[in-house]
């Protein structure tokens, strides 16, 4: 009963929040962590559940991101252009997962790191349709739908919390069905899960190509939000950056995912005096992520619960 | 002719940095099973205390260049102390991870002291031009070459026939049983960083006058010498010599001959299609994996 109380308070305050923070620059930090927390979930699909690193998901972000600026600049209607994005991103993630996720050890995150760069050059060469470095501009906002006019950027904050809300839920069902289940045995030992039947290139196909699509629908989301693209958004340390929030939030935990976008994003926006440092911090945040507490915040989450329930 | 000489040249230039930047990560790779994101940014480091050794002491460019390498090395070993050793028994995605937060600290404070902005470093071979049969060499190209053909034909012939070097090899290719074998690993770990570390830095201050030195020239360079690991195969030395100097080569010709925008798209693509086709490397045997 406790349980159900302090979500539907969450929930409230999350609901309330534009209407009792009447601040655009505030409401644009927490749309952009919305952003960064799809991306991260996204990521967590297949490097949390599945163990396979992907250092490349800036691609899919990218892809996704052009995706729906492209066809919108052709007058597709947004909303048709943003949902584009989604399946558009997971032919990719097909392409590249199809061939790769059948080798064992680090050659998935190598091949995905060279996938993101080639994808990085391509974003930046191809001037006849990406306009090369000067990027996309004039990205309609979507269409009003529900008295949403998208005029505001409370109207994009709700956008996102419901994609979020949607998301967390996929991952929670994800985690608990018959895949997450082979996932995580997939993560623990390869070779064992295989033998236990468990169809192992299979299921991490699978967690990749929903992992690329959701990556290309936060890319569909940011597309709408910004309205301006430059291929200098997806590069190798955009992935990177994504991979740090999953690691400080958690591997593998969704609680972890969400906490990690959220304290990150806020983090960069708020230490953005001292930017110059704030990759320095980021870098030692990593190492002793890894090396003290390797299960990340929401690791450190639930010992301080652990040790209050204890008293 | 004479521009497909030309090409050639620049073609080895390249290719030679290559292998000297992948031969401590493929075997780090083999040793540790570790893809070590760092290993480029030793490069870039190698390269800045050289050009401070230039420029701010005084040094000639001959003398900076084993004096940045050692510096590296030590750079190298107190990394794999700190940020590497404690993760001996972890699991194998926190090394890599590790590897990338080092890669971060080290790319940012280099920035810090030395800012963002691309340097030159000056040597004395630059602007001598050799006359070659109708061909024009830059002496600093023909240096390149030649130092690093020496490097590597020194590092060959101590992994090929020292003690030392088969420890190495054997420690790359299945550390457990190296171990029962008598071999200290640990040691033989911290030795493979050092020697690394220091082919790494050689390669950056090598490359230096040639291009500028910037706080990330680093990150290409890893990505790279990940194509030239694959290539010749992990933890293979052999392989990484051969697999460099072909990458360097194939992306001189097509950056001479087809498009210099998408020549590092060529890169990946060779390294997707080793994966699809002989993930073992172009040398490698596929090996079933055992429990």
């Known amino acids: 009963m406790k349980k159900y109380l302090l979500l539907f308070l969450l929930a409230l305050l999350l609901l309330g929040f534009p209407l009792l923070v009447d601040n655009d620059y505030f409401i644009h930090i927490l749309v952009m962590c919305g952003i960064n927390i799809m991306l991260v979930l996204s990521l967590n699909l297949i490097s949390g559940f599945a163990g396979q690193v992907s250092m490349g998901h800036a691609a899919f972000f990218g892809i996704g991101a052009y995706t729906t600026g492209l066809l919108a600049l052709q007058d597709v209607p947004m909303w ?50 990406t306009n090369g470095p000067m990027g996309l501009s004039g990205i309609p906002r979507p269409e009003a739908i529900l008295g949403f006019d998208f005029s505001s950027k409370s109207h994009y904050y709700y956008m996102m919390l419901l994609f979020i809300v949607l998301l967390v839920y996929f991952s929670l069902r994800m985690k608990n069905s018959k895949t997450g289940r082979a996932l995580m045995a997939i993560r623990t030992d390869e070779i064992t899960a295989r033998s236990m039947g468990i169809n192992v290139t299979y299921y991490k196909n699978l967690a990749f190509i929903w992992s690329a699509a959701i990556a290309g629908f936060a890319g569909a989301a940011y597309a709408s939000f910004i309205q301006f693209l430059s291929p200098e958004t997806f590069t190798t340390s955009t992935s990177i950056n994504i991979l740090t929030m999953l690691l400080i939030g958690g591997i593998g935990s969704i609680t972890g995912s969400v906490l990690g976008g959220l304290f990150i994003t806020a983090m960069s926006e708020y230490l953005r005096a001292f930017a110059e440092y704030q990759m320095l911090v980021y870098g030692l945040l990593m190492i002793l992520v890894v090396i003290f507490a390797p299960k990340g915040l929401n690791g450190l989450v639930e010992k301080g619960i652990a040790l209050l329930k204890r008293r | 002719m004479i521009e497909f000489l030309q090409q050639t040249i620049n073609g080895l230039v390249m290719g030679s940095n290559y292998v000297l930047t992948a031969l401590g990560l493929t075997l780090i790779f083999g040793m540790l099973d570790m893809l070590n994101f760092a290993h480029g940014e030793l490069l870039m480091v190698g390269a800045f205390v050289a050009l401070a050794l230039v420029t701010g002491l005084g040094f000639s460019y001959v003398v900076a260049i084993p004096v940045a390498m050692a510096v590296v090395a ?59 049969g109708g061909m024009a060499l830059n002496g600093q190209r023909l240096f390149v070459v030649l130092v690093s053909a020496v490097f590597i034909a020194i590092l060959y012939y101590v992994i090929q026939r020292t003690k030392v070097g088969i420890a190495m090899r054997a420690c790359a290719f299945d550390m457990k049983t190296a171990r029962l074998m008598g071999i200290r690993a640990n040691k033989i770990i911290l030795m493979t960083f050092a020697i690394g570390a220091a082919l790494a830095a050689a390669a950056g201050t090598l490359l230096a006058p040639i291009f500028s030195v910037y706080p990330t020239m680093g990150a290409m360079a890893t990505t790279k010498a990940f194509v030239v690991v694959l290539l010749g195969g992990i933890g293979n030395v052999g392989g990484a010599i051969v697999g460099g100097l072909i990458l360097g080569l194939v992306e001189t010709y097509a ?37």
């Open chain 1, 80 to 129: 048709v252009a943003m949902f584009l994005s989604a399946p558009a991103a997971a032919i990719f993630g097909f392409l590249i997962g199809y061939p790769v996720l059948r080798l064992k050890g680090h050659f998935f995150a190598i091949a995905t790191l060279g996938f993101g760069e080639i994808t990085h050059l391509i974003l930046n060469n191809w001037m006849e349709v």
């Open chain 2, 74 to 132: 030590i750079f190298g070993v107190i990394i794999q102390r700190l940020a590497f050793h404690p993760l001996r028994n972890a699991d194998r995605v926190s090394l890599l991870v590790s590897s990338l937060g080092v890669s971060i600290i080290l790319q940012n404070l280099v920035r810090l002291v030395w800012g963002p902005d691309p340097r030159n470093m000056p040597s004395p071979f630059s602007d001598v031009q050799i006359q070659l």
């Open chain 2, 255 to 291: 950056a001479g001959y087809w498009s210099s925008e998408y020549k590092d798209v060529i890169a990946f693509v060779i390294m997707i299609l080793v994966l699809l086709f002989k993930p073992a490397g172009l040398f490698g045997k596929n090996v079933q994996e055992k429990v």
